[in-house]
């Protein structure tokens, strides 16, 4: 009985796989992937393994693997997902091929601000963009008679009148877990403010009014947050909001979906996603974009079946079908209510993240030395300077200041 | 035993530990010493990245590695001899800090943070484990027959829990409004977060490493217990000694060489306390050396990654136990000689 069950579903599996062969042409070239793992990879990939012969790793540790990976002759891995950030390591390894001739044969789809050029070369193919902007519970900031906030002082005014009401005990909600979380929120501020992060020869310049102004804000945010916000990532703001805990916060717009998922969400319908908050210049925040590279270490026969099945993956139905788990780069995207937040905030003027190598560095530093500031151990310009001075030791020992 | 069968039955062992133990601390202690850097050179890079409807494209000078005619990138290794021990340590920021007597400014320095965490963690948990051992054994060794097997199934269940995941149980138990920190609010009538501050942090990870390995000192000393010389015990009770007093003076002294054994592998253990700072993600309050020679070896995202540093961060670490293990080196090779 169980064996033919197992046999049955075998058979099943089969029949299945062979029927539901969305694809357009059968891909006979073995091919595989690396890339992060969130929901739009997820869509990607699934859509690229119906036309056989493909395998994806969905990897959140991907990018400590990608270079090593990609290095290897032949590369382990013929497609790569990379954003802005982890596009860094492989372009300065030489690991990534151009794919102007493959964009030409195969790319009639593309639209043209999906290539990311690198000197006139195109050596990634973005497929959707991310950013962090402001949702906020549309009921209870209505209830106060409260205007939708466009700076991170209103926000902070809201803030305090909703504790005040006794609506809720931390209104914020924030990434402001020590690393990586807490590194990008200060460069969000800090672009904000029209800061530069690099004066001549890769040297640090951090530590000047915007740097101190972007701190300051930062801090003041923590007063309406939850005490343990420096362990609290994307996840745990998302979970905050679904459970009704928190009324604002500048979260990524691939977390918008979540808010309106019924199987997890409390306040389905009352988010609303708008601009990321605006700096003394610019909104604060960074544009990010997610897309697809193909490695140098491959023969062209790989490289062309390799294009062309990345362009089945990202096409009109695999975004028709997943519209609003990203804001996707396609012309079959329909923008829709998640999606005005990300817009909102790039017409506002928002700038991409200026990924480089001394910038990975400095976002590193920053995220380990951003703690003591709002901790209380050290004052905004100490910590700036001790930032700098960590910046500058490791950036040493990389090479790219010279002693 | 003849030499040759010696040899062969050693023989195999002694080339693993070479080759996994001793090439790779030879390895990491001559990289200490050493730099090795991509040679960069500046040029000037137009980038283009998507807008919502149109391009943005920055040209701007970059710093780039340069590659060889095979594609892969040059790079130069110099001697710097401790330059790399100096950057971990910041030898003048801490003299500075504590010839002015500012103990906070001296633990705001990676190293000396992640040091005074270390010691305190292993020098408060090593009684703790070795009392909570001793309890455990004892109260097995009195259990009734009936009993005593479910108990020491039940007393060694904290060791064979995989440690990050015994940490992050922990961690979700109390954070936030976790069970237990909900149940701690209800019945003091308080708001708490004790993911808020360090030491809160500190008495959860301490709390934990105590849960987690003081089975394993049970075990050990359970097992000693059955040696201990009943007619000395026997003879104890008919001279009126109290149940403290056997134990002070005829179960303890037997029990010494154990202790020391249990005591050093704890040390060794706790100073290379990692898996509660992961765990309990609490980089932000609290590190330790062995997760700042971690945090150094992981790559950012643009993949750069201070391998000189941590392999001096490593050394340092190594120092430090060897230091933490000589008193009760030197205890063992006391006895040792006094007992020929």
């Given amino acids: 009985m169980k064996l033919k069950t197992i046999l049955m579903a075998g058979a ?57 990976a990609f290095a290897a002759n032949p590369s382990l891995y013929q497609i790569g997902g990379v954003s802005n950030a982890t596009l860094v390591p492989l372009l300065n390894a030489g690991t990534i091929r151009p794919l102007d001739d493959l964009v030409e044969k195969y790319g009639q789809n593309l639209l043209p601000n999906q290539l990311i050029k690198v000197d006139g070369k195109t050596m990634a193919i973005a497929f959707m963009v991310n950013a962090q902007h402001l949702m906020y519970r549309n009921d209870v900031l209505a209830d106060l008679g409260i205007e939708e906030p466009k700076t991170y002082g209103e926000i902070i005014d809201a803030a305090a009148k909703i504790k005040e009401a006794g609506v809720m005990d931390y209104p914020i909600g924030g990434t402001f877990k020590t690393g990586w979380n807490l590194g990008q929120e200060f460069v969000n501020m800090y672009l904000g403010e029209g800061g530069a992060f690099f004066g001549d020869g890769n040297m640090p310049a951090i530590n000047n009014a915007q740097g101190v102004a972007a701190l300051e804000t930062l801090k003041a945010m923590t007063d309406y947050m939850d005490p343990e916000y420096l362990v609290s990532d994307s996840t745990y703001v998302q979970q905050q909001f679904q459970q009704g805990k928190i009324a604002m916060a500048n979260l990524w717009a691939s977390r918008a979906a979540a808010m309106n998922d019924e199987a997890e969400s409390q306040v389905v319908g009352k988010v609303t996603m ?41 096409d009109a139905e695999m975004v028709g079908a997943n519209n609003d788990t990203a804001v996707w780069l396609s012309t079959a995207y329909t923008p829709g209510e998640l999606a005005a937040g990300a817009a909102a905030s790039a017409e506002g003027g928002a700038k991409p993240y200026p990924a480089s190598g001394p910038m990975g560095i400095m976002h590193t530093s920053l995220g380990n030395g951003l703690a003591d500031y709002l901790t209380g151990a050290k004052d905004a310009q100490t910590a700036l300077a001790d930032i700098e001075a960590d910046y500058i030791t490791a950036a040493k020992e990389a090479g790219l200041i010279s002693n | 035993m003849n030499f040759r069968t010696f040899a062969a039955f050693v023989g195999p062992s002694v080339f693993m530990m070479l080759l996994f133990i001793a090439f790779p601390l030879v390895s990491v202690f001559k990289q200490s010493f050493y730099i090795t850097q991509p040679v960069y050179e500046t040029v000037e890079v137009e980038t283009c ?292």
């Avoid at chain 1, 708008?274 to 193909?294: E, H, K, N, R």
């Avoid at chain 2, 027959?145 to 922990?170: D, H, N």
């Avoid at chain 2, 500190?202 to 075990?219: K, N, S, T």
């Avoid at chain 2, 253990?269 to 997760?291: C, H, K, N, P």
């Fill in chain 2, 49 to 340: 990245t998507p807008g919502f409807l149109t391009q943005t494209c920055v040209t701007e000078l970059k710093s780039q590695p340069k590659l060889d005619e095979h594609g892969e990138v040059i790079t130069r290794t110099e001697y710097v001899g401790l330059q790399s021990y100096r950057n971990v340590l910041e030898p003048e920021r801490a003299w500075r800090a504590i010839t002015e007597g500012n103990w906070s400014v001296l633990s705001t320095i990676n190293f000396w943070k992640a040091l005074r965490f270390t010691l305190t963690f292993t020098l408060i948990t090593l009684p703790l484990v070795i009392g909570f051992g001793l309890g455990i054994a004892v109260l097995i060794n009195n259990a009734a027959g009936s009993i005593r097997g479910p108990v020491i199934f039940i007393s060694l269940l904290p060791f064979i829990i995989t440690p990050v995941i015994g940490a992050l149980s922990i961690n979700w138990l109390f954070r936030g409004d976790g069970i237990l920190t909900a149940l701690l609010e209800w019945w003091l009538n308080r708001d708490i977060a004790l993911f808020a501050q360090a030491w809160t942090i500190e008495i959860l990870m301490m709390f934990y490493r105590v849960w987690h390995v003081a089975p394993f000192a049970a075990v050990v000393f359970y097992a000693g217990l059955q040696t201990v010389n009943q007619d000395s015990l026997e003879s104890a009770v008919i001279d009126g000694a109290t149940r403290w007093q056997r134990m002070k003076y005829i179960v303890i002294p037997h029990l010494m060489p154990l202790i020391i054994f249990v005591s050093m592998i704890h040390l060794m253990d706790a100073y290379r306390v990692f898996e509660e700072i992961v765990g309990f993600s609490s980089q932000a309050y609290v590190i330790s050396l062995q997760w700042l020679t971690f945090d150094f070896l992981v790559p950012d995202q643009a993949g750069n990654r201070s391998i000189s540093r941590a392999s001096a961060s490593a050394m340092l670490t190594m120092i430090g136990i060897v230091l933490l293990l000589i008193l009760p080196l030197r205890r063992t090779w006391r006895d040792h000689k006094g007992g020929h």
């Fill in chain 1, 274 to 314: 708008a601009s990321a908050p605006m700096g003394s210049s610019v909104p604060a925040t960074t544009v990010w974009w997610d897309g697809i590279v193909l490695a140098s270490n491959m023969s062209d026969e790989e490289a062309d079946a390799a294009f062309r099945l990345v362009m089945e993956g990202i």
């Fill in chain 1, 12 to 68: 099943m599996a089969i029949a299945a796989s062979g029927a539901s062969a969305a694809c357009s042409y059968e891909n006979e070239v073995p091919l595989k992937s690396l890339s992060a793992g969130f929901e739009a990879w997820k869509a990607v990939t699934d859509a690229m393994a119906e036309c056989g012969n493909f395998s994806a790793s969905l990897d959140q540790e991907f990018r400590e693997k990608q270079p090593e």
